[in-house]
Each structure stands twice: as C-alpha cells, then as structure tokens.
C-alpha cells in the first residue's frame, strides 16, 4: 500500500511564500513523475506542476517563474516552493504520483490535500 503524506499549506498573505512537501512511503520500487495539482472553490481540479524522474519539468502557465517543483529521490518526497502568491493561488493542494510496486505494478497515489489560502 502507497501512502503520500502532504505538508507546509497555510494562510499567507499576497506576495508571500509556502512550501509544499510531499512524502511517499510503502511498497514502491520506483517513482516516475510526481507532480501538484490544485482545486479551487467551484472549479475543476488543474495541474500546476510536474517533474519526471530525470527530473524534466512542467508548469501551468500562470505560475511559471513564481512556483518551483522539486524532489529527493532518495526520501521519494517532491516539494513545491511558491512564491510571489496571489489570491487566486488559493486553493487545495494535492500531490501525486505514478508508482511501480513490488509486483511491477503501475499504479497512481493521490495525497490527502493541503489548503492554501493566500489573503490579507
């Protein structure tokens, strides 16, 4: 069983910065992408970051230059620095990955969401 566990939302005013950590654990041989998505009050979930295992990136145009995506393959953890944050950032904040278990198993973990709230 995979288990991703998320870390760092919060209220934070315009302009300012969070960090997002996600960690996995459980029976995973490999980790390929892991990404962010985020879903605001009303609307669809989106994706706002990816990275593959080589570490190639992907970025919803509306953060790029102000989001970063990272990962410590070693911890199998990815993070999402956030900065310059505007109120339409807001919103939660999921994490996922596509696995390959034991079993040569090809699976996909979501986290259990963290809420970022940005507001003055």
């Known amino acids: 069983q995979v288990q991703l566990v998320e870390s760092g939302g919060g209220l934070v005013q315009p302009g300012g910065s969070l960090r997002l950590t996600c960690a996995a654990s459980?029976?995973?041989?490999?980790?390929?992408?892991m990404g962010w998505y985020r879903q605001a009050p009303g609307k669809e979930r989106e994706l706002v970051a990816t990275i593959t295992r080589s570490g190639d990136t992907n970025y919803l145009d509306s953060v790029k230059g102000r989001f970063t995506i990272s990962r410590d393959n070693a911890k199998s953890t990815v993070y999402l620095q956030m900065n310059s944050l505007k109120p339409e950032d807001t919103a939660v904040y999921y994490c996922?990955?596509?696995?390959?278990?034991?079993?040569?198993?090809?699976?996909?973990?979501w986290g259990q969401g963290t809420l970022v709230t940005v507001s003055s």
């Open positions: 996922n990955i596509q696995y390959i278990n034991l079993r040569a198993y090809s699976g996909t973990q």
């Open positions: 459980g029976v995973i041989f490999s980790i390929n992408d």
